[in-house]
């Protein structure tokens, strides 16, 4: 864990293939980082609040890439939500996050 964070919450949603809201934290995340664990092409996504709306990084295949895609990562003020990227949001597929904030 990255150290300054006064807050944790783990959690995993199913994708839909639509933009989905996850607000089942309670507050806005620093970073949240994303694992789609039926796509083991992705092993790592993550998102800061340094990153503009919609960017994040992503591991893929070995290779590491920013990607501002418009179907991306939102922070807010109660969680954060996904667009219809098909790393974050397949239909059906499991992603299971950690959000950290201060």
Known sequence: MASGYTRKFSGAYIGTGVALDIEVIGWKPDRVELINVDDADVPLILKTDMMP????????????????????????????????????????ETVKFVAFGI
């Open 53 to 92: 709306d919609d960017e994040f990084f992503m591991t893929k295949a070995g290779a590491n890439s920013i990607v501002a895609a418009g179907q991306g990562i939102t922070l807010t003020d109660k969680g954060f939500s996904v667009g219809t990227d098909a790393d974050l949001n397949t239909s059906g």
